[in-house]
């Protein structure tokens, strides 16, 4: 008889850290395996930004820091949210955490409780549900297509939407998709969610904001009439690749971020100072490393766009963001070679890492079982290598 509490039993284990472990135990017995698993820029974080954090320690930033987070750093958000989305935010309606993922569970801790729904589109980030379920809520998972360039309809939306729905996710630009919502899609949801008779509170993730191909980042914020439902959540993890320093951000009515407040305040205290410290410099400093990695990943994007084209049964669209490809691959179900039988996603990326030694998703993860996740932040040369081997592999399998 287990020990562990129940709302611990029911969340899964990210298989995305399963196929990172599974290709570091290949990689450890010598195998030359090119990770395609990770979800992070593959470039150092720019040295403008570590030396603040180096000047942070000089300067004995070293003390607890305050739950919301310092308030030159709230202010930097402030000023960054007008900026770049011509939004208003005062300071007292913004907490920084330890990461987006960490501002996504003082979210729903805040909003959600046993018996709410939470609508989720899926292929969704593979936290999202998890957390629902540590919150003790139910999620409501809406599949969509690569036809549908993976983006919920409003008459889908509709559909889902019941008395019992507190929450909705978007995630824009998307992991694991690519997808971008334009600003005339935002809109139609928007007006879904103002029509429901109760109000509905739309977690709008924003953490790729900046790794966009398409040009101007769309915010469901921007509409006055629901801004007072919305939950952006922001961070440097991706843009300014942090992802080690762990800084992620909300911004939300007063009465949200008070109550996350609240929760982070007993849960963690506020976010690590030096981390603070160099986000200040990231979101106020220079942008021109930034627009390198984006030019950077646009050319891998474009590779590799190129390059599933000649993989059999594999079927993709253009992502207009993040570092994802997120190709179709069903078809390929129900073929074999060898010892190897493949019936899903999962056999497919088992097969992939061990026959070809080289590591993807299955789309399992993100709700979406006929696809699979493909990263790009890797290097042009390992990309190519990648696909050739895959493509190879791919061939090999026989109904
Ligand atoms: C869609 C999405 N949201 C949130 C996060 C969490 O970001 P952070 O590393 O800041 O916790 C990630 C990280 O992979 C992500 O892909």
């Given at each position: 008889m287990t020990q562990i509490a129940s709302r611990v039993e029911r969340l899964a284990i990210s298989q995305t850290l399963a196929m990172s472990q599974k290709s570091r135990e290949l990689q450890e017995k010598g195998a030359d395996v090119i990770n395609l698993s990770v979800g992070q820029p593959d470039f150092p974080t720019p040295d403008h930004i570590k030396e603040a954090a180096i000047e942070a320690i000089n300067q004995n930033f070293t003390g607890y820091t305050p739950v919301p987070g310092y308030?030159?750093?709230?202010?930097?958000?402030?000023?960054?949210?007008?900026?770049?989305?011509?939004?208003?935010?005062?300071?007292?309606?913004?907490?920084?955490?330890?990461?987006?993922?960490?501002?996504?569970?003082?979210?729903?801790?805040?909003?959600?409780?046993?018996?709410?729904?939470?609508?989720?589109?899926?292929p969704y980030w593979v936290s999202y549900v998890e957390l629902v379920k540590l919150a003790e809520g139910t999620n409501v998972v809406v599949p969509t297509t690569l036809e549908e360039s993976f983006k919920i309809t409003p008459e889908k939306l509709r559909a889902a939407i019941t008395p019992k729905t507190k929450v909705m996710f978007l995630c824009s630009p998307s992991n694991p998709t690519g997808s971008l919502y334009t600003r005339d899609e935002l809109k139609a949801i928007a007006d879904v969610v103002k029509e429901a008779d109760h109000p509905i509170y739309i977690i709008s993730d924003e953490i790729y904001e900046l790794i966009n191909y398409q040009g101007k980042h769309e915010s469901i914020a921007q509409f006055d009439e629901i801004k007072d439902q919305v939950i952006i959540v922001n961070g440097v993890s991706k843009g300014y690749s942090m992802t080690g320093w762990r800084i992620g951000y909300i911004a939300a009515p007063e009465w949200i971020a008070k109550a996350c407040n609240k929760v982070q305040g007993q849960m963690t205290s506020g976010a690590g100072s030096i981390s603070q410290r160099a986000s200040i410099a990231a979101l106020n400093g220079d942008h021109e490393p930034t627009k390198k990695m984006l030019d950077a990943f646009k050319k891998r994007r474009d590779l590799v766009v190129e390059g599933v084209k000649d993989i059999p049964g594999f079927e993709a669209n253009v992502?207009?963001?993040?570092?994802?490809?997120?190709?179709?691959?069903?078809?390929?179900?129900?073929?074999?070679?060898?010892?190897?039988?493949?019936?899903?996603?999962?056999?497919?990326?088992?097969?992939?890492?061990?026959?070809?030694?080289?590591?993807?998703?299955?789309?399992?993860a993100f709700g979406a079982p006929g696809y699979l996740r493909l990263s790009y932040a890797a290097s042009e040369e390992e990309l190519k290598e990648a696909l050739a081997r895959v493509k190879e592999a791919v061939k090999k399998l026989y109904k």
């Open positions: 308030g030159d750093l709230l202010d930097a958000i402030a000023a960054k949210l007008k900026r770049d989305n011509q939004l208003t935010y005062a300071p007292n309606q913004i907490v920084v955490s330890n990461g987006a993922k960490h501002s996504l569970a003082n979210i729903l801790l805040t909003l959600v409780e046993e018996g709410d729904e939470v609508i989720v589109p899926a992502p207009q963001g993040a570092f994802y490809l997120f190709p179709k691959v069903e078809s390929l179900f129900g073929t074999r070679y060898e010892e190897y039988t493949i019936n899903n996603a999962n056999d497919l990326c088992m097969y992939l890492l061990e026959e070809a030694n080289v590591a993807m998703v299955p789309g399992e």
